[in-house]
T-cell receptor, first 116, second 113 residues
Framework: GAVVSQHPSRVICKSGTSVKIECRSLDFQATTMFWYRQFPKKSLMLMATSNEGSKATYEQGVEKDKFLINHASLTLSTLTVTSAHPEDSSFYIC????????????FGSGTQLSVL | GNSVTQMEGPVTLSEEAFLTINCTYTATGYPSLFWYVQYPGEGLQLLLKATKADDKGSNKGFEATYRKETTSFHLEKGSVQVSDSAVYFCALSRNTGFQKLVFGTGTRLLVSP
């Protein structure tokens, strides 16, 4: 089946630094990618939807200037957490779609971000 | 708004035990319902789905029936194996595609030999 690679799997950073998370579709072209966030004991929440070559669409309550999403190619989307703070510590997951109606999503294995 | 509620885990079972993981949802209209599974170190994978009331999704011995009257989509398996140890996520989608999913919190299942 299709594979989505997400890196890094775990990152620890100091408060105020920026962290970049990569999401790659390894064997298909992903016209649409999604970024999710999960806080402990909370639901996996959609943060934003990105389409290749256009600006990401953010869900209500997600700061677009803090969570920068770049989807510059059909196989790569990046999420940059800018000026990270401890409250940004969370589990981040990406998923990718070929964009066809009814097409299933393919998920990365997630990134655990810990901000000290 | 749309939401999904799952039972808290972890659920700990012995091999060959019967499994139920409860999932209820709140949504307007007729959402599609899904169960995803995440094995250690891997991404979420679609386990099964149902797109209309009374549909039963099934895969790998797991089943779930779309119950509109109780707004539920409970996951069941008659005899679990150690290899079923994973985190299970219930989810819904308001459109006919899979794309914009609303997830539950996930339920960790631990199966011991």
């Amino acid at each position: 089946g299709a594979v989505v690679s997400q890196h890094p799997s775990r990152v620890i950073c100091k408060s105020g630094t920026s962290v970049k998370i990569e999401c790659r579709s390894l064997d298909f072209q992903a016209t649409t990618m999604f970024w999710y966030r999960q806080f402990p004991k909370k639901s996996l929440m959609l943060m934003a939807t990105s389409n290749e070559g256009s600006k990401a669409t953010y869900e209500q309550g997600v700061e677009k200037d803090k969570f920068l999403i770049n989807h510059a190619s059909l196989t790569l989307s990046t999420l940059t957490v800018t000026s990270a703070h401890p409250e940004d510590s969370s589990f981040y997951i990406c998923s990718a779609s070929r964009g066809e109606i009814g097409e299933k999503l393919f998920f990365g294995s997630g990134t655990q971000l810990s901000v000290l | 708004g749309n939401s999904v509620t799952q039972m808290e885990g972890p659920v700990t079972l012995s091999e060959e035990a019967f499994l139920t993981i409860n999932c209820t949802y709140t949504a307007t209209g007729y959402p599609s319902l899904f169960w995803y599974v995440q094995y250690p170190g891997e991404g979420l994978q679609l386990l099964l789905k149902a797109t209309k009331a009374d549909d039963k999704g099934s895969n790998k011995g797991f089943e779930a029936t779309y119950r509109k009257e109780t707004t539920s989509f409970h996951l069941e398996k008659g005899s679990v194996q150690v290899s079923d140890s994973a985190v299970y996520f219930c989810a819904l989608s308001r459109n006919t595609g899979f794309q914009k999913l609303v997830f539950g919190t996930g339920t960790r299942l631990l199966v011991s030999p």
